[in-house]
């Protein structure tokens, strides 16, 4: 059975960076992705990137672009997303999800909850 | 990027009612499209994926249909479980999108 454990709670000043790690068990962590998907306070889900660990390639949503980088790490089988340049509108829960092609999203992490407050 | 509408936004049914909720991509994504369930303080649950295929465990009363730009999911009788917001997302492009969400409420 995959899991997805991602690390607890930050709360960031504006301006900062923050750093989600999300670690996988069971499974072979180098055969899938992982994306990135936030979601602010009663809003939607906002896709932001994704890794494919064998290969250390990460792909961006445009409106992420430039803040955002993911990496994995394969030997520990954790991947990491860090958004730079914080801003009040990234206060949001953020998940790590896997992607078992044919199947997207299947797998979640808990979820990270980020606050970004002065 | 891809643009997903979903419609409707709010839905009000009844236990055993037939729901549908349709999906639009601005352009075609053939069938990588993907319908996901959320209830409140939970991370989203895969439904279906390829646009009609049903996820492992996934109640036999969902179920999806469509190609290109238009997509919908159908949930043929409503059960208590099943009040939650659904989304679609589009995994077709080099860049994914969700829909906005449609919120399925008691009536």
């Known amino acids: 059975q995959v899991q997805l454990v991602q690390s607890g709670a930050e709360v960031k000043k504006p301006g900062s960076s923050v750093k989600v790690s999300c670690k996988a068990s069971?499974?072979?962590?180098?055969?899938?992705?992982i994306s990135w998907v936030r979601q602010a306070p009663g809003q939607g889900l906002e896709w932001m990137g994704r890794?494919?660990?064998?290969?250390?390639?990460?792909n961006y949503a445009q409106k992420f672009q430039g803040r955002v980088t993911i990496t994995a790490d394969k030997s520990t089988s954790t991947a990491y997303m860090e958004l730079s340049s914080l801003r009040s509108e990234d206060t949001a829960v953020y998940y790590c999800?896997?992607?078992?092609?044919?199947?997207?999203?299947?797998?979640w992490g808990q979820g990270t909850l980020v606050t970004v407050s002065s | 990027d891809i643009q997903m509408t979903q419609s409707p936004s709010t839905l009000s049914a009844s236990v055993g009612d037939r729901v549908t909720i349709t999906c639009r991509a601005s352009?075609?994504?053939?069938?990588?499209l993907a319908w996901y369930q959320q209830k409140p303080g939970k991370a989203p649950k895969l439904l279906i994926y390829?646009?009609?295929s049903l996820e492992s465990g996934v109640p036999s009363r969902f179920s999806g249909s469509g190609s290109g730009t238009e997509f919908t999911l159908t949930i043929s009788s409503l059960q208590p479980d099943d009040f939650a917001t659904y989304y679609c997302q589009q995994y077709n492009s080099y860049r994914w999108t969700f829909g906005q969400g449609t919120k399925v409420e008691i009536k």
């Open positions: 390829k646009a009609s």
């Open positions: 890794i494919i660990p064998i290969l250390g390639i990460a």
């Open positions: 999800a896997r992607e078992n092609a044919p199947t997207p999203l299947d797998y």
């Open positions: 069971g499974g072979t962590f180098s055969s899938y992705t």
């Open positions: 352009q075609s994504i053939s069938s990588w």
